[in-house]
C-alpha cells in the first residue's frame, strides 16, 4: 500500500516535471518565433549586428584576430547589402594587378560601412572623388566589424600583404585601443535570436550596477598600462616599420565617437593618437571638425546605432581628400 502511494507520487512528479519542461520549450519557441517576425525590420542593431557575425563572419584560427570575414559572401543586414570579395573586403573583386594607385583602408565596422550602401562609405565616396580629379585610383574597404588597431594590422600582416597597397589609411576609432576577446560565443547564442536578446538584456543591467561614464571608460582605455593600449601601440609601430621597408605611404583618419559631438569630451585621445601617428611617420587627419556638433538623428545609421551614416561617410571623405590627393 506504502509502495502503491510512493510510485503515484513519482508518476505525478515526472508527469508535472515534463509537463512544466514542455510548456518551457512552447513558451521558448513561441518567443523565437515572435522575435524573429519582430526583428524582420532589421531595424534592431543588436540582432543585426548578431546576424552579422553569424553569416558574415567565421572564427579565424588566428586567436589575434579572433574572427574574419566569410569570401565571397553576401548578407542583407539592417536593410543594406553587405558583400565580401575573394579577399574578404567589403566590394567587387579586386583586380590582379592595380592600374595605378591602390589605397587600402584598415579599420572596424565604421570603415566597412555598417547601416550605409556600399557606394556610399567613405572609401566608395574617395574613390569617385579622386578619379573625378584625373587619378588612376582604386580604393578597398578592408573594414570588418569588432576590430582594434592590434586586430586590423595583423589582417594586413596575414592576409593583405598581397594586394600591394601603394596606401594604407588607418580609420582608428577611439575605441581602437581596447582589448578585444576572441569570443565565439556557444551554439545557443549563436542561433537564437531569443538567448542573444535575454545576453544583451542581463549584460546591460549588470553594467548599470556599477555605471561609468564614457569619458572614465576612456581614459581607462587609455592609461598606457593596459593591455590593449600597448597592443595598439605595438601593432601601429609594426605597420610603420613594413610600410618604410616597402615604400607605402600611410594616413591615419581620426574618428569620433559621435554620441556627443557639441562639447566634446575625448579630444584628449585626438591629441594622443596624433603623436602616435606622427612618431611612427603617419600622416595624420582628424575628422572631428568635419562632424561640427551634428546631432545623433542628423549621423546616425539609425536611432540607437551610433555608427555614422551616409553623411558622415561623405564628410570624412571630404576630410581625408586633400591629404590622399596631394599624393599621386
Known amino acids: 500500500m506504502v509502495g502503491s502511494v510512493k510510485l503515484k507520487a513519482a508518476r505525478k512528479f515526472i508527469f508535472s516535471a515534463i509537463l512544466i519542461?514542455?510548456?518551457s520549450l512552447f513558451a521558448a519557441a513561441l518567443a523565437e518565433v515572435v522575435l524573429r517576425v519582430k526583428n524582420s525590420s532589421m531595424k534592431n542593431y543588436d540582432i543585426e549586428m548578431w546576424r552579422y557575425a553569424k553569416e558574415l563572419k567565421?572564427?579565424?584560427p588566428d586567436l589575434v584576430l579572433g574572427h574574419e570575414h566569410v569570401k565571397d559572401a553576401s548578407a542583407l543586414l539592417q536593410s543594406v547589402t553587405i558583400r565580401t570579395n575573394e579577399w574578404g573586403l567589403r566590394g567587387g573583386p579586386v583586380a590582379q594587378q592595380p592600374d595605378g594607385r591602390r589605397i587600402l583602408f584598415l579599420g572596424s565596422s565604421i570603415t566597412l560601412g555598417w547601416g550605409v550602401a556600399e557606394d556610399q562609405t567613405v572609401t566608395a565616396v574617395l574613390e569617385r572623388m579622386l578619379r573625378a580629379q584625373g587619378q588612376k585610383v582604386e580604393v578597398l574597404n578592408g573594414g570588418i566589424g569588432n576590430y582594434n588597431a592590434e586586430r586590423y594590422v595583423e589582417l594586413f600582416q596575414t592576409r593583405l600583404k598581397g594586394l600591394h597597397p601603394t596606401d594604407i589609411v588607418v580609420m582608428y576609432f577611439v575605441r581602437d585601443a581596447e582589448k578585444l576577446d576572441a569570443g565565439g560565443g556557444n551554439w545557443l547564442l549563436r542561433n537564437s535570436e531569443l538567448a542573444v536578446t535575454a545576453w544583451i538584456a542581463a549584460g546591460r543591467l549588470l553594467q548599470k550596477t556599477g555605471e561609468k561614464s564614457l569619458e572614465e571608460h576612456y581614459r581607462a582605455v587609455y592609461d598606457e598600462t593596459q593591455p590593449g593600449y600597448v597592443a595598439m601601440r605595438d601593432s601601429l609601430s609594426?605597420?610603420?616599420s613594413y610600410a618604410r621597408q616597402h615604400d607605402i605611404r600611410v594616413y591615419l583618419a581620426m574618428i569620433p565617437d559621435i554620441h556627443?559631438?557639441?562639447n566634446y569630451p575625448l579630444g584628449y585621445i585626438h591629441e594622443r593618437?596624433?603623436?602616435i601617428a606622427e612618431d611612427n611617420g603617419f600622416r595624420y587627419v582628424d575628422t572631428l571638425p568635419a562632424f561640427g556638433q551634428l546631432s545623433?538623428?542628423?549621423?546616425?545609421?539609425m536611432?540607437?546605432?551610433p555608427h555614422?551614416?551616409?553623411l558622415g561617410h561623405e564628410l570624412m571623405a571630404k576630410a581625408l581628400l586633400p591629404l590622399l590627393a596631394a599624393d599621386k
Not at 296 to 301: E, G, R, S, T
Open 21 to 23: 519542461i514542455a510548456s
Open 58 to 60: 567565421f572564427a579565424s
Open 238 to 240: 609594426k605597420l610603420a
Open 260 to 262: 556627443k559631438l557639441a
Open 273 to 275: 593618437v596624433r603623436r
Open 296 to 301: 545623433p538623428d542628423q549621423v546616425w545609421a
Open 303 to 305: 536611432p540607437g546605432d
Open 308 to 310: 555614422p551614416n551616409a
